[in-house]
């Protein structure tokens, strides 16, 4: 798995889906025989991550939603770590 | 009330073409105790009060649960209520239309066994030709997009063969493949002495494994259920007693996991008569064994006692009479040495899982 760089554009592994789990309030990522749970800025950033969009494109949006600044190190440290599961994939 | 469960097991039938001698399934599956099978509306029900309870993952297994004609059905409900589900399958005559349909239904993720690495080794461990359309229905699912899971439980008679397994899940682009030393339950610990590898055959299989992980990282997850009988210290069974766990059989009973109908000083209630979530709180068998307060020594002052739950209540119920006491695999268990004896278990014969193998055993009780 390659780090992220601001022009990869992060997406769930085909595997992998994002569901809300209602009777304990949060998001969880579902896959074979597992699941991560998510808190609900990891959520926010995973709804983002569609193959299309850039890492930096997320960045930029989180930083409009959540009104800071310098995300990325965040984002892309939460992603890469996703990434060396193998639940979320870089590039189209 | 702590805990809710994840994780929920549909056993849909116990009918299965296949005879392996390890199923976990019980002796007495061809007995009266199993005879009425949940309708399509029952079982849709228990994966609606399943989702309700906080179940997010869905087994779906057997026997054979693509026998079930309305599996389409169950998994189109499944997949509306947002729960993940696994088909656990033979893949006995599954051909790529049904799997296709199953796909169409909603269904997330495969998971076929394969008894040996070749198809000589692995239709004489099953007792029945079944190699081919496994092979076959692998690619199935590689061509309609579905994650694989090879998986293969591991004995005496294929332990030689744990590399050319990898290699098999590798070239068949399978996800993950799990490779399952034998746990002492159903037809299992009936054929224990013919299943007991050697210290020497787990050691080579071992050291393959580490070696295989090295060079496919993250490319194929291999996964090593351990072999409990020849480790220090029993197994997290279950993650603890009724705590995230549960197991709806074809006729409807409800079990902290796939093996605890067999301890018979436990009350086991059935869909039919009560709402899921009454039975996960309120009944006799899932409050039993949660926590801690029913632990004896050595598990009661012991610090592993939050990391292994005690080990298996199974497993203390079947090798020494009493579900309520350590786990006889852990060494400072009295009853270890009970372990000890089996482990130098040597047989060449074993009992095929059959139906009626089943109702000879049945009727002995």
Known sequence: MSPATPLAAPRLHPKVRLQRDDVRGRDVLLYPEGLVTLSPTGAEILKQCDGVRSLADIVTTLETRYRESGLERDVATFLDGLAAKGLVLYGP | ?365
């Open chain 2, 1 to 365: 009330m702590d805990h809710k469960p994840l994780w929920l097991l549909a056993e849909l039938t116990y009918k299965c073409p296949l005879q392996c001698p390890y199923c976990s399934n019980p002796l007495d599956f061809a007995g009266p105790r199993f005879r009425r099978e949940l309708a399509t509306e029952e079982w849709c029900r228990v994966f609606r009060e399943a989702k309700a309870l906080g179940v997010l993952q869905l087994g779906l297994s057997g026997g054979e649960p693509t026998l079930r004609p309305d599996l389409e059905e169950l998994i189109r409900t499944a997949h509306g209520l947002g729960l993940y589900s696994s088909l656990i399958t033979s893949a006995y005559r599954l051909s790529k239309e049904r799997l296709a349909a199953l796909k169409a239904a909603g269904l997330d993720h495969v998971q076929i066994s394969v008894q040996g690495a070749d198809a000589e080794l692995s239709d004489d461990i099953a007792g029945t030709r079944s190699y081919g359309d496994k092979i076959a229905a692998y690619h199935y699912t590689r061509e309609l997009g579905f994650p694989l899971t090879v998986n293969v439980v591991l004995h005496r008679r294929n332990l030689h063969q744990v590399a050319a397994m990898i290699r098999l899940a590798e070239s068949l682009g399978a996800e993950r493949i799990e490779l399952a030393n034998t746990q002492f339950y159903g037809w299992a610990l009936h054929n224990r002495d013919a299943l007991m590898p050697t210290r020497a055959q787990l050691a080579t299989a071992w050291e393959v494994v580490q070696r295989e992980r090295a060079r496919l990282g993250t490319r194929l997850e291999i996964v090593w259920v351990l072999p409990d009988y020849h480790e220090q210290f029993p197994k997290p069974c279950m993650g603890g007693w009724a705590r995230a766990y549960m197991t709806v059989t074809p006729g409807g009973e409800v079990w902290p996991c796939h093996a605890a109908g067999r301890i018979t000083s436990l009350t086991f209630e059935n869909v039919r008569d009560h709402p899921l979530d009454w039975i996960w709180e309120h009944s006799d068998a899932f409050n039993r064994f949660r926590g801690d307060a029913w632990m004896p020594e050595p598990c009661r002052s012991c610090p592993r006692k939050t990391q292994d739950f005690g080990g298996c209540r199974c497993q203390a119920f079947l090798v020494t009479g009493d579900a309520a006491v350590t786990d006889p695999v852990c060494s400072l268990s009295p009853h270890r040495p009970l372990i000890d004896a089996a482990l130098e278990g040597a047989s060449e014969e074993w009992t095929y899982r059959a139906a009626p193998a089943s109702r000879t055993l049945a009727a002995k009780g």
